[in-house]
């Protein structure tokens, strides 16, 4: 584990080393494959920085999501481009860590990632519509017990996701909204759903307008 960060360090942004020394940073991890990344995802880290008062929000764009198939999946290297060219914000980090740690699933990339910022507060984002899923994750509990996660709604997920296995397992541990501003300094598991002005845009959708080749 020690090479890997000996790794990463120098690739992390200034701000982002400077939390190993300096008063805890507020950093919103958002993973995924960026499948394209559209619009969605930048109002997602927006809405995020915005309500629970980050810092930055980190992209980790995933060389390969373990749930999803590798036909369609655009190559490593085009999907960071395309993610920076959307992110088009200081404040969100377009990242590659889970390729520079080894990581592949998402618990292993959190306990990676408090390991080697030890004074820094995560917190997990996403949307409905991968809460509404998150039971098939590996090892999904102790993710959920590993960092705090905010869930921001999206069209036609709501009712779904809050309805789905991992809400209804902690239902005793979900903040209050009005109170969401608390959440990355809560000792997990912690969670909220955030109501915010909802993004119709999806990588599923732009990918099925793509030509055909």
């Known amino acids: 584990m020690s090479a890997r960060c000996d790794r990463i360090r120098p690739y992390l942004p200034a701000s982002a080393r400077a939390s190993l020394g300096a008063a805890p940073r507020r950093i919103g991890l958002l993973g995924g494959s960026f499948n394209p990344a559209h619009a969605g995802h930048r ?24 749930l999803k198939g590798t ?10 481009a395309k993610a920076r060219a959307v992110a088009n914000d200081r404040r969100i980090r377009v990242t590659d860590i889970e390729r520079l740690l080894g990581t592949r699933y998402t618990v292993d990339t959190v306990a990676a990632l408090r390991r080697l910022f030890p ?5 997990w984002l ?17 993710l959920c017990r590993l960092v705090p996660f905010a869930v921001l709604d999206r069209p036609g997920n709501g009712t779904r996701a809050l ?10 541990q979900r903040l209050d909204e009005r109170a969401v501003r608390r959440l990355i300094a809560m000792a997990p598991p912690a969670w909220s759903f955030i109501h915010a002005r909802l993004s119709p845009l999806s990588a599923t959708a732009l990918r099925a307008r793509r ?3």
């Open 119 to 123: 004074a820094t507060r995560f917190v």
């Open 126 to 142: 996403m949307g409905a519509d991968n809460l509404a899923q998150m039971a098939r994750w590996k090892r999904w509990p102790d």
């Open 211 to 213: 030509p055909k080749k």
């Open 163 to 172: 309805a789905g296995a991992v809400a209804h397992r902690y239902r005793r």
């Open 43 to 66: 109002h997602i880290s927006l809405a995020a920085l915005r309500r629970l008062d980050l810092d930055e929000v980190w992209w980790l764009v995933s060389p390969q999501n373990p």
């Open 71 to 80: 036909r369609d999946m655009g190559p490593l290297k085009q999907r960071m």
